[in-house]
């Protein structure tokens, strides 16, 4: 009788987890990082779908969730590279014309670092906190934005607390931004993170904003204290 073929590995057609060996002068948590990213299903299918970055998906979810991508939006991403929220708006505002009969979106990308070119972005080297940052934004759409977005994180100290409170003053830096640039109607996203101080923050944008909303995307880790604002409806 013959016997069925089996897998050349001895292991049939499960997937197998990349397990990463700890290198010489490399940190375990370095070591750790990169097994997760390895193994990471966002990662790959980021790689698969052409996308800067895993984080596409996270903008992805949201507009999915609230759309306030839609075609003929002018959007503002804070802290843009490596560019993966870019290239989601740029296709859902329909920055680049592909859907005909559709309004045509613009999407102006603003970071610290210089940023490879984006199809149908317009990305400028900025910090956003400089005084007149608000003026040339404005300037560059030729108007006020419909969307102001930030995935921005500050770099990590290793201090829970201090990283907290280091994010949260680079979203309001980032929410008084939109203050100045956005449309009445307009929505306001940004990243966040759990731990007590976000709580000011909810405060300034209920006051302005007409519905404000506290979201994990799926594609946010679990383990990940990472959160997302949404405001929408920019009262002026």
Known sequence: MAKSPKNSSGRGQRDLKVKVKTARGRKLSSTLWLQRQLNDPYVK????????????????????????????????????????WC?????????????????IGTILGIDLQEVDPIAG?????LDFMEDDADDKVKEWLG????VVMSDMAASAS???QTDHLRIMALCEAAAYLAFDVLEEGGTFVAKVLAGGAEGSLQQILK????KVAHVKPPA???????????ATGFRG
């Open 87 to 103: 290239q989601v708006a740029a296709k859902r505002v329909n920055a680049l014309g592909e859907k005909q009969g559709k309004a």
């Open 220 to 230: 946010s880790r679990s383990d990940s204290s990472e959160k997302f604002v949404v």
């Open 121 to 125: 972005c317009e990305i400028h080297q």
């Open 207 to 210: 006051q302005r904003f007409t």
């Open 45 to 84: 299918r980021a790689q698969a779908d052409g996308y800067r970055g895993r984080a596409a998906y996270k903008i992805l979810e949201l507009d999915d969730k609230f759309r306030f991508l839609v075609p003929g939006a002018r959007v503002v991403d804070l802290g843009c590279a490596p560019g993966g």
């Open 143 to 146: 108007g006020k934005a419909d």
């Open 158 to 160: 290793g201090h829970k």
